[in-house]
């Protein structure tokens, strides 16, 4: 039985590239310590942290509040031509797509993030056999945690065994770092097997790495600050 990652269809959008200084830019917060302490389950601070996506035309997906007022998210959640929505609290708020990266699958959105903590990215790599808990809003429904345990990395994607659906994509993968639950990853998709003409879910699932993320972020955002400073308009 031959497993394949399901493909998920995702708009056709024209990329860009850009070339940054890291002194021009804030890095995004990680935390320093590289000694691992026992963790039990995330606390409501951050699960709450972790949104549902929205669009106009009935999509669903999953973000990460990883900054004041911005959301993380993966870029196939993004429709063209539709309105961005984040919600949390019972509430509903309009997001707008501050950059894409369709090779990476990631997206950053700008929204009304209220009083909600920013998780904190990882700076270590994930050891193999390592807990980790994805968390997202599966099928559109309430929100849900799945554990299971870091396979491998493979052609830039985190491989576990935490059990996703659609819904989840965007969701966070953490990992538990000194007592702390950092973000170690933003979940792509599920491993499927073709049967019949059908997928199967098989339970483990792919997502974006910490070191990409940061990647992207610092370029997101230092090609905002540019836009704005010189007038463009996108």
Same mark, same amino acid.
């Given at each position: ?149 870091? @396979? ?59 070191? @990409? ?22």
């Amino acid at each position: 039985m031959m497993r394949i990652l399901l493909a998920i269809s995702i708009l056709a959008l024209a990329g860009c590239t850009w070339t940054i200084k890291q002194s021009a830019i804030q890095r995004p917060t990680v935390h320093q310590s590289a000694v691992s302490q026992q963790c039990t389950l995330p606390g409501s601070e951050t699960m709450t942290s972790i949104v549902r996506i929205a669009t106009s035309n009935g999509g669903n997906a999953s973000g990460v509040v990883i900054g004041k007022d911005r959301v993380l998210t993966v870029a196939h959640a993004v429709d063209e031509g539709a309105e961005m929505m984040i919600r949390y609290s019972g509430d509903t708020h309009q997001a707008e797509v501050l950059a894409l990266n369709i090779k990476n699958d990631l997206a950053l959105l700008a929204a009304d993030t209220g009083s909600l903590e920013p998780i904190m990215l990882t700076d270590g790599k994930l050891k193999r056999l390592e807990q980790v808990w994805a968390v997202g809003f599966p099928l559109a429904l309430e929100q849900k945690l799945t554990i299971g345990l870091f @396979q491998t990395i493979n052609n830039g994607r985190l491989y576990t065994t935490t059990h996703v659906n659609t819904g989840n994509s965007g969701g966070g993968l953490l990992r538990c770092k000194d007592g702390a639950f950092e973000l170690a990853g933003i979940v792509h998709g599920y491993v499927a097997y073709l049967d019949g003409g059908s997928y199967i879910n098989i339970g483990d699932s792919t997502s974006v790495p910490a070191t @990409q993320i940061e990647s992207f972020l610092q370029g997101a955002e230092f090609r905002k600050a540019y836009i704005s400073a010189v007038g463009r308009t996108e």
